[in-house]
């Protein structure tokens, strides 16, 4: 939510409306909408006409330029007064702080007013040395010593010439380097033209192995792609690497004068042409330069990388979240989940179709109690007594081994129908540990819970991953290193537009889950629960108005984003807004029969013109929407649910070859690449050069998490862990008898293919934290973007194709499409 603030710079519409390529009467429409305590989810989808049907992505857009701007007009706001209170605020002065357009502009104006710790050149000023200083850069031809000594006052703490000099020096240096246009001239030359440049500090090669790419290490600030900014400044906080950044991009003489130094003595008119103090004012410009600038522009270059860096980071992160919350759910089916373990055993839960926990045990297959048959037996019976449909195996320490079990398991018990899936447990510790665990399972034990976490994922991993702190499921890049409002803000806001996308069953809803629904926050959603709890399920909207302090507000903000499968009206379970109930009957009448016999027809709405049922409050938008959503209501807009096939015999490191070719699903995309989970319990990365023949800016043009792909292993490094992959299965020779075949008519060998979209398998992925930190990230770094690997990465999701194997056990229809999940 936008704060309102009771006077916006006039220009502030107009500027958001110039960067989106809208209309500044579209922007004032939605910024009056955010002020009046809507949410983008709403804007969007309910507000259309309101907004001239600006979309999600340019709303949120919208929003966080409408923080900045404001922000700024607050900055702006209190410069003026300090500046007006100094009495030094004339009308330039006041057109230029007006017209600045950026927070570092405005920061370099007021920097001469800004109130400041007595300096050297303010002592000097107090010693009456400042028409020492104007005389000598007004008029080089004086002699700067003869000019000094008349300017010898011991009582005033100068005792001699020398002394006078020096503090004209600084009120000189002063004043060069707080000239506004000079600094932002200067920082932008530094920009593009300066280097960051990276050393190993002396004896840290060792203990900084992991930095090692940076040891010795230049490059250009333009050229310099985000993960490797924040390796090396993680490598610099933990001291292992000494960090320097370079005005110029290449070895210069450091006792040149500089074009740096030459646009200072420029500025202010100072030029040896041999005059008396002409050597005395290119010092006091060498000595500001260094000394002044050097370091101001430094800070300034080492913020604005860190807020690139941070910036390209949390887009990463945010998409890769979205991928993963809006993965196929497998659906509302018995589910038993499986943690993983050695010594301490395999946790084991069972919840039914709407993810109540029915039964929980543990058991010991693995070393060193090795009781194998025991545990398929134990399972066998749990499965049994609940009617298990599916099993849900944690991609943890054993993974590959618990999976065998359940492998056993299904072909000892065949008559069971068991299918098996290993999926992403990222943040189920996070879970099993939290409070609202807690609450939700009194009295279970910890290690329990992250089995029904588990399992729950499976069925809808939407509904279960919201429990979550977005930042504890790690598909991140250097998450920990990142500014948490400025992270915190942006995964909020892929969750809340992932959980109205896809809509809540307000019955079956976690408080959690309901909190992310739009107008409705921690309260409200425990007050709908007790509410719930109190008086039986909800039978219509209408009865969420009964909730306690679900006020009007609330509901046009709520409502249409929450169903009611099964109730007293049709349209509940829909999206339709109840604002729009008496348009979604109008085109119900049109049709020719009642909403139960008209609803989920497309061959009779389609035949309807959207144009005949627009009125004054519904435009051409939200009739298209509503005939949309009676032709398919309550449509989940997640991908069908499918896995990947892991080659039998590849369950290590060790196993992989170069050469080999293999399926595997794809865990987390960074900005050099995108991790691939192979099923060896650690993932390789196919490197943004390895993605495609053709230019890739973008991996995430390629492949998103959960997509299924086809790699081959390019190389593995058993020592550090890395496992190197490429989405090019064919190398050149082969590549050069595929371009002969197409020209001789012969077959080729089809190369990578891009997954369509419903291949994805469930759980996405994420980076298991170990010790706060994303291991995969330790290094960074150019070898490390090629060769870089994920520490206890995503196993595997099953040993099978899972849209097959659901249609063999009669799970899912005959066109494949799971069932709706829990919401």
């Known amino acids: 939510m936008v704060t309102s603030t009771p006077s916006v710079h006039p220009s502030v519409n107009k500027r958001i409306a110039d960067e989106l390529g809208v209309r500044e009467g579209q ?11 809507a949410t983008v989810p709403f804007i969007a989808r309910y507000r259309k006409e309101v907004t001239g049907t600006l979309d999600d992505t340019q709303l949120r857009t919208l929003e966080e330029r409408l923080r900045y701007l404001r922000e700024l007009e607050e900055r702006r706001a209190a410069i003026l007064e300090s500046v007006d209170a100094q009495g030094k605020l004339d009308d330039a002065l006041r057109a230029q702080i007006m017209a600045a357009d950026a927070k570092a502009r405005l920061e370099d104006i007021y920097l001469p007013y800004k109130p400041k710790r007595r300096t050297k050149a303010q002592i000097a000023r107090e010693a009456g040395l400042e028409p020492l200083a104007d005389l000598l850069l007004g008029d080089p031809g004086q002699d700067p010593q003869a000019s000094a000594a008349a300017y010898i006052d011991a009582d005033k703490g100068v005792p001699d010439a020398g002394a006078a000099l020096e503090g004209a020096r600084s009120i000189l240096v002063e004043r060069f380097s707080e000239d506004a246009d000079l600094v932002g001239e200067l920082r932008e030359r530094m920009w593009t033209r300066g280097r960051l440049v990276a050393k190993v500090r002396d004896g840290r090669e060792e203990a900084g192995a992991k930095f090692s790419d940076y040891f010795d290490f230049s490059e250009p600030f333009t050229r310099l792609p985000s993960h490797r900014i924040l390796a090396m400044f993680r490598g610099e906080k933990e001291e292992m690497l000494s960090l320097t950044l370079e005005p110029e991009d290449g070895d210069a003489d450091p006792a040149a004068t500089t074009d740096y ?42 913020g604005r990388l860190r807020q690139a860096a941070e910036d390209e980071a949390v887009r990463v992160f945010a998409a890769n979240l979205r991928d993963l919350l809006l993965a196929a759910p497998a659906g509302a089916r018995s589910t038993m989940g499986l943690d993983p373990g050695l010594r301490t055993g395999v946790k084991v839960a069972v919840v039914d179709a709407t993810g109540k926990v029915v039964a929980t045990d543990t058991i010991y297959p693995h070393e060193p ?7 398929i037996e134990t399972l066998a019976k749990l499965a049994a007594a609940h009617k ?63 089995a029904v976490s588990i399992a729950r994922r499976l069925q809808d991993p939407l509904a279960e991953l919201v429990k979550i702190d977005p930042k504890s499921i790690g598909v991140g890049q250097y998450q920990h290193d990142l500014s948490e409002v400025s992270l915190s803000r942006s995964l909020d806001a892929v969750v809340e537009d992932c959980v109205n996308g896809v809509g809540v069953d307000v019955n079956t809803a976690s408080a959690p889950l309901l909190t992310r629904v739009s107008g409705i926050g921690g309260g409200l959603a425990e007050n709908i629960v007790q509410h719930r709890d109190a008086n039986g399920p909800f039978k219509n909207r209408k009865q969420l108005k ?20 099964g109730g007293d009206d049709p349209l509940d379970t829909s999206s339709v807004h109840p604002e729009a109930y008496p348009v979604a009957r109008r085109i119900v009448a049109a049709a020719g029969g009642d909403i139960t016999g008209v609803i989920g027809k497309g061959n009779v709405l389609r035949a309807l013109r959207p144009q005949d049922f627009v009125d004054d409050t519904f435009g051409l938008p939200t009739v298209t929407d509503i005939l949309a959503e009676l032709e398919k209501p309550g449509r989940d807009p997640r991908p069908a649910f499918k896995t990947a096939t892991f080659k039998e015999g590849v369950e290590q490191l060790t196993d992989l070859t170069p050469g080999m070719i293999l399926e595997g699903v794809v865990t987390n995309v960074a900005a050099f690449g995108a991790f691939v989970d192979v099923g060896v319990h650690q993932d390789g ?34 020592p550090r862990k890395r496992i190197s992959l490429t989405l090019r299965l064919e190398d050149e020779a ?10 001789e008519g012969g077959r080729t060998t089809p190369g990578p293919r891009r997954p369509q979209q419903g291949e994805r398998r469930q759980g996405g992925g994420g980076n298991r934290q170990q010790g706060g930190d994303n291991r995969r990230q330790g290094g960074g770094g150019r070898r490390d973007d090629r060769g870089g690997n994920r520490q206890g990465g995503n196993a595997p999701l099953g040993g099978g194709a899972l849209a097959d194997a659901l249609r063999r056990a009669g799970l899912v229809d005959g066109d494949g499409g799971p069932g709706r999940g829990r919401r």
């Open 734 to 743: 082969e590549r050069r008898e595929s371009r002969d075949n197409r020209s």
């Open 546 to 565: 009964d909730v306690a302090r679900l006020g009007p507000k609330a509901f046009e903000q709520c409502a249409g984003f929450l169903r009611i499968p």
């Open 388 to 450: 298990v449909e599916l099993i849900a195996i944690g991609n943890g320490t054993a993974s590959r081994e618990t999976d065998k079990l359940a492998g056993d398991l299904i072909k000892r018990h065949a008559d069971l129908a068991l299918t098996k899936v290993v999926v992403s447990e990222a943040g189920a510790s996070v879970y099993s540990a939290s409070a609202y665990a807690a609450q939700e399972l009194p009295g279970m034990d910890v290690s329990l819970r992250g």
């Open 27 to 37: 922007v004032q429409a939605a910024v009056d909408l955010l002020d009046g305590g």
């Open 369 to 375: 109690r090795r009781r194998w048959d025991e545990s």
């Open 261 to 302: 130094e030459r646009s200072i003595a420029h500025r202010f008119g100072i030029a040896d042409r041999g005059r008396p103090a002409d050597r005395w004012l290119a010092d006091s410009v060498r000595w500001a330069w260094r000394t002044r600038f050097l370091v101001h522009l430094g800070i300034d270059l080492r």
């Open 685 to 718: 990365l196919v490197h943004v050069s390895a993605m495609s023949d053709s230019f890739v800016k973008d991996p995430r043009d390629v492949v998103k998490p959960g997509d299924i792909v086809r790699v081959k292993v390019l190389d593995v490094d058993i």
